[in-house]
């Protein structure tokens, strides 16, 4: 039975190799000497089954456009006479007049060649023909356009007053034929404002500092005592501390052997020029280092020192409230891009700007050293247990995601200040909350604010105004892969406060819903989640315990995830332990990102409460959280390709993709010393 398009395509794939084509009796003796050595039959039969295959999945490529970015790395995709897998795919998509093409690149063609390239076939005019003929795909058409553009070439070789008409004519010809399949985006000179396509820089001049000028010297010193070298200048431009990121150059690799053969005048220039090697000692104590070259520093200034360092993500493009906090005037924010042709450069980048970062944040405490990470700070989002008592409790609420609060607000282009929208979703929970009398599960009555309130109310707003959801949610649990819970380092303490929360309160019957007959049996039961609350010994809830609740509406991560999935839903009854066990899902993974040391300075930087957090919820609410992971959440599914999927298969996916791609990825980057 075909199952889906995989199936069928194996199926004819496997129809064409059969015993009576030449390729089965290659297949059967590949098989047999696929381990010596000394036969290369495999590789034929590999481009053999691959234009097999190539014929079959042609068949189902029917598209109505198709368009390749920067199509001068692929030109041979273009080049219609090569006899293998690719001429198939290629000629039958790109000889198709119904599918529509689109090349798109800055530089189709090698705009200038030297004589030598043009001795080695790499003639820039040459290229631009093969451009031009396979954009016309028409005989006649490139005939014209030859003739054309050859008398237009000739005639101006031959300026004369009298050719001026023959000129503009041939230019005409050229221009018309071109046009028709040619069309450049920058056409600025019909624009009111010239510079259309920049944007000005906030500072036009690269401040050149005696540090700049040093680093040069230094590596310069170096260079000169080195035969065939030419000036190190360029890279001193492109990159601080040069032979610190200089792997794999010439220059780098032509010192290491003079060093080896024992050249001690190179030692002694290497030991004298400490301006082109990293500061050591000063990184390691989380120090300023001046940056000798002007191009980082500059880019530093743009990214970091404008605030960038207190961002812990880029703020969204289409926020649903206004900024407040560490983002505020930050609406603009973007990535930057940076072009080099050097492959020092993102290196070097890489290594600096982290070091800079980790710097303005966890550096700040003096005790910390860069090669020793025991003295960064804890985490602070942790699952605690003493004496079977559930003492992080409150941290569980950035874990849940209330249905009820979820529910509450809906994100809208609506633009309001964050203290407005606190307020106005403050009031209207106050109206759900008192309707839930907690008389009876107070047991520490002198102990006041009693900051696990926070969950507990939630658990007890679902359980009262989502009992319906959470009968449709609770035998659906063992549909969930809890691989991802049972692998974390806390899993013992985190089971043991999953059970508190999931089962013996949110699930929990009341005695009401018991049968009749165990009813009539039992006689009359206490309420289970009265008498795990009272075990808890719970003091009095908060007085702001709504304005909490509004914050964790907006800003906590299982809310806001519960929202997002059950948005992509879109009213459909099925998958909703998807979302919420999803939800729950995401939101640990921001536990973890919350807890990485530098994300955690930066939160305490801006601290509003006592508690983490809290103070988690009031930056994350601050950077309009629901609206980044909105967007992030879009861009994992345009991304890879999710649209088209089916929907409960997309809801696992998304969750999977935002679960793991939360945070940065780091590598380790070497940057080479001398001592």
């Not at 047999?32 to 036969?39: I, L, T, V, W, Y």
């Not at 247990?385 to 874990?399: H, I, S, V």
């Not at 009031?427 to 047991?443: E, P, Y």
Request: charged share 25%.
């Amino acid at each position: 039975m075909i199952k889906n398009i995989r199936d069928e395509i194996a199926l004819k794939f496997n129809n064409l190799i059969n015993d009576k084509d030449p390729i089965y009796a290659q297949l059967s003796y590949v098989c047999e000497e696929r381990f010596d050595n000394a036969n290369n039959s495999y590789r034929r039969l590999i481009g053999g089954l691959r234009k097999i295959l190539a014929s079959v999945c042609v068949e189902y490529l029917n598209p109505d456009l198709i368009i390749m970015d920067e199509f001068q790395r692929f030109k041979y995709l273009l080049d219609l006479d090569d006899d293998s897998d690719v001429k198939l795919i290629t000629e039958s998509l790109f000889t198709n007049d119904k599918i529509k093409i689109l090349l798109l690149s800055a530089t189709p063609y090698k705009m200038y060649t030297l004589q030598s390239d043009d001795e080695q076939g790499e003639s820039h005019f040459e290229e631009f023909k093969f451009i031009v003929d396979f954009l016309l795909n028409d005989k006649k058409k490139m005939k014209v356009f030859l003739a054309a553009w050859d008398e237009y070439s000739t005639s101006l070789l031959n300026l004369e007053e009298k050719n001026w008409n023959l000129i503009k004519e041939e230019k005409v010809k050229v221009e018309l034929l071109l046009r028709s399949v040619i069309a450049r985006t920058e056409r600025i000179t019909v624009s009111d404002d010239k510079n259309t396509m920049l944007r000005s820089s906030a500072s036009d001049i690269l401040w050149i500092k005696p540090a700049d000028i040093k680093c040069f010297i230094s590596a310069d010193s170096i260079a000169v005592k080195l035969k065939d070298v030419n000036s190190p200048i360029e890279y001193c431009k492109s990159s601080p501390f040069p032979f610190s990121f200089m792997e794999g150059y010439q220059l780098q690799k032509m010192t290491q052997r003079e060093i080896a053969r024992g050249n001690n005048e190179i030692k002694i220039s290497l030991k004298k020029s400490i301006d082109s090697f990293l500061p050591i000692e000063k990184i390691n104590n989380y120090e300023a280092i001046d940056s000798p070259n002007a191009k980082l520093t500059y880019l530093l200034d743009d990214v970091l020192y404008n605030g960038g360092s207190d961002l812990l993500w880029v703020p969204p493009s289409l926020p649903y409230y206004f900024f407040d906090g560490s983002y505020s005037g930050k609406e603009n924010f973007s990535k930057t891009l940076v072009f080099s042709s050097w492959i020092m450069v993102p290196k070097m980048i890489a290594a600096l700007s982290s070091y800079e970062y980790e710097r303005l944040t966890i550096g700040e405490n003096s005790k910390n050293k860069y090669f020793e990470s025991t003295t960064h700070p804890k985490d602070k989002l942790r699952f605690g247990r003493k004496d079977d008592t559930l003492t992080t409790l409150p941290q569980y609420a950035l874990l849940y995601p209330c249905i009820t609060l979820s529910e509450i607000w809906k994100p809208n282009s609506k633009m309001q200040s964050l203290p407005e929208l606190i307020a106005e979703l403050t009031a209207k929970i106050k109206s759900f909350l008192i309707q839930i009398d907690t008389r009876d599960f107070v047991r520490e009555t002198t102990k006041k604010d009693d900051e696990r309130w926070a969950l507990v109310y939630m658990l007890l707003l679902d359980r009262k105004h989502k009992k319906e959801k959470l009968n449709q949610l609770k035998p659906l649990e063992n549909d969930i892969d809890w691989g991802w819970f049972n692998s974390d380092e806390e899993n013992s303490v985190a089971s043991f406060y999953y059970e508190k929360v999931f089962y013996d309160i949110l699930f929990a019957n009341n005695p009401k819903d018991l049968p009749a007959p165990l009813l009539a049996y039992y006689g009359k039961q206490e309420d289970p989640v009265k008498l795990v609350l009272q075990k808890l010994r719970l003091g009095q809830p908060p007085a702001d315990i709504a304005t909490q609740l509004a914050y964790l509406t907006v800003a906590s991560p299982a809310i806001c995830s519960q929202r997002l999935l059950t948005a992509y839903k879109s009213g459909i009854k099925d998958y909703e332990s998807i979302c919420f066990y999803g939800a729950f899902k995401i939101a640990d993974s921001f536990r973890k990102f919350f807890n990485k040391p530098e994300n955690t300075t930066v939160v305490e930087k801006f601290s509003e409460f006592d508690s983490y957090w809290k103070n988690v919820l009031s930056y994350s609410a601050q950077g309009n959280f629901q609206s980044m992971l909105d967007e992030f959440a879009y861009a994992m599914i345009d991304h890879n390709g999710l649209w088209d999927y089916p929907l409960g298969e997309k809801l696992s996916k998304l969750v999977e993709l935002i679960s793991k791609n939360i945070g940065l990825r780091t590598v380790t980057v070497t940057g080479h010393t001398y001592v």
